[in-house]
């Protein structure tokens, strides 16, 4: 069994007519880092918000098929249930903050106090938190008064602290300047180490290829394509779904640089720079086999 | 960081006493000069509420609020000097006008007891943090909920303030007025009335949706990250004077 | 267009936000980058009038920022801010768009044509009668952006632009911004997003504490790696990409990158 198994998902916001998830199917293993792409209305907001259950019992609306999360069934458990298994971080993260703590410590303790974590535990797991989103130096701060990025990594630490299976994140970098962005990402990657399983909606191309084991493809509600990051970046027909692949892609592609001994190509940087080489390399030994029966 | 509190941080025993203590202060500051209407008790009252404010070091704090309050008071004392309706005793004369003591004696009191509740009120505004508060009312049994409200009211509205700010500048930056004069700044106003409340509802629907993943409605008992402040005589302190408005009343009675 | 001299700005006493900043700005598009707290809102609240130099001159279009309201300064340097919703408050978009030119004095009839004319220019013509609020974050940034073009000021700025746009906004916002380059405007934007400020502007001003630390064609500035490393900002990923494959020139656009690379060698 999956530790995120969801069948057949469907559904409709009220007073709308057009379907916001459209039959998506989809599974993923425990620990792994999904990412989910697609154009503005493709359905990712709605899709992440399916996971935690606020959609549908927040938004109410029409809802078919099913999510579950570790054998659970999200739309019978209800969010209340579910946020024990599944966190999720939104885009901005200055409504993230709750508003009623002093302190980025007391923030954080928000969500265990609700779920009734005996004191000693709370500060274990605040600790811990605070540790691996590398926000320590600011526990005392006030959380208004942080930046962009340390804000949303205070978001995430809220979230871990209570200790879901999954966390998902709805382009919790969209709004944070590259320095904010990569603090963010770093975070997310210590996160994906500890094991957590990580749903990344994200519009940065390059950072989810760099990090991402499988990329979900959205489109008009339906899922179009749910594999590794070459493969989903190397479709040709990427641009009709709204989506650039990363940029290294995009060049190899028009200048033919494959990946080795595979049909797709590079996505990162690295593989961009191998795919060079063993081009390279291929085409000195051609000349020099060339020279060399010359010389014969 | 912008913050409507009040609260003074200082180091003193009164800091110390737990926010419940502090409201059955009040309570009994305002009971006391009821139960016993004379004029002796309204000073006294008065005088505790200032030595105390004095113990948690604030006193200088108070000093503006109080001043103004007395302010108005003196305006009162003057009224009821020259015409409360009890006159006989002229204490001196001003021109032709008389000034009389009952009505001196009886603005006093009111002065009296007005500053005593003012004070008492003081010693838990500016001696007690606002989430200290609250959160000792909701484990007392107030609902989270309007705990919640009544502690994130401190931060988002400062939060408030400045996104009308951000609206006010991208109106002025389309050529909107917004400068100069009292009329000018009227018809500016309107305007930003329809953002400032759209953008906040906004707000409000992300922020119900992060509250809720954070488990704001998880039903069940709730724990507290900080221990509950007690302090070692506040039940001695609260049943003192519980038996302080007791005898009070008994006073009343029998005498 | 602008010119400022010796321009100081600090919201407190003592802590100087910039530091004696002199520049002058052409008709180039020109981007502004920098890491966070840089300066760079600062110095485009200045240039807008919306915060007066503590020491200095800004001088937009001949006229000097102190000596106006900033919306007596509004016909003539337009600000598109960074989110829609602190900007757009009418109830449909044509409103929204006609507000600026209404409050120039335009007369109605004109201001509608010049709303309708800015509002074809981002392609929403054929949303004149729907609630901006309706719309999505993305729509509500081409209404806004649309909302200044229709004020026809000879400057317009733009605070991050590509912020929550997927490929096709982003395309969409350079064509606007190539369009009303032609048309003889400056346009300047603060931005994070290197690769697009690769592709689109000509000029480019590089902020680090509070001064100019680089301010050239943006294929020169670009290729400073040093001292953008020090600004705490990355090259673009397609100028990483060329400096890797060892082309001795910097590239800026994947187009460049592709034909530099199919070139024989």
Redesign the interface.
Known sequence: MSLIEVEHLKYRYPATEKLALNDISLTAEAGELIGIVG???AGKTTFC?AL?G?VPH?YKGAYGGSVRIGGMDVKESG??ET?RKV??V???P???V?????TV??EI???????????QD??ER?DHALHLLDIEAYKDR????L??GQMQRM?IA??IA?RPQVIVLD?PT??L????SEEVFRAIQSLSREGITVILAE?KM?KLAAYADRIALLHEGMLIDYDTPSRVFSRSDL?EY???A???T??CQ??GFRMLDMDTYPVT?EE??AA?EAQHSAISASSQEEQGGRYD | ?K?MSLYVERESTVHHIDPITKLVYIAAAIALPIILPSLHTAWICMLISFVILGMGRVLTRSLPIIGFVGFILLTVVIIQGFFHVGNETVLFRLGSWPFYEEGLLFAMGITFRALNIVGAFLILVLTT?P?DL?ESLVRKGLS?RI??VL??VF??IP?MMATVDTITDAQRSRGMETEGKLMTRIKAFLPLIGPVVLSSLI?TK??T???????????????????EKMYRYGSAMRWSMLAIVIGAVIWRVIA | MIKIQDVCFGYNEGQDVLQGLTLEFDQRTTAIIG??GAGKTTLVKLLKGLLKPTGGDIWVAGVNSKDVTVAQLAGKIGLVFQNPNDQIFKRTVLEEVMFGPLNMKVETAAAKQQALQALEMVGLADQTDVNPHDL???EKKLISIASIVAMNTDIIILDEPT???????KRRIAQIIEQLSQEGKLVMTIL?D??FVAAHFERTIVMNRGKVVLDDKTREVFSHQDLLREA???TP??T??GK??GLPETVLT?EE??SA??RPR
Not at chain 1, 98 to 102: A, D, E, N, R
Request: glycine share 8%.
């Open positions: 154009k503005n209305t918000q935690v606020l927040f969010v209340d946020i966190g999720i939104f885009q901005n200055f409504t993230q709750t508003g009623s703590k002093l410590y007391e303790a928000f969500g265990l106090e609700h779920l009734g974590i005996a004191r709370m500060m605040i006030a959380p208004f008064d930046s962009g978001a809220s979230v209570m382009e969209s709004q300047d590259p320095q904010g519009h390059e641009a709204g989506v650039e990363p940029i290294y995009r060049v028009a200048i940087l961009a720079q060079y | 960081m913050s943090k989430s609250v989270p705990g919640y502690s994130s931060q988002i939060q707000d992300e922020r949706l992060a509250l809720q993943v954070r488990g704001f409605n998880v039903k069940g008992s709730k724990t507290f990250l900080n221990e | 890491q966070n999505g974050l993305s912020i929550a746009q997927d490929a096709a906004g994070h290197m690769d705490c900002l990355d990923y397609v990483q990409l890797q494959w994947t990158l592709i690379m199919k």
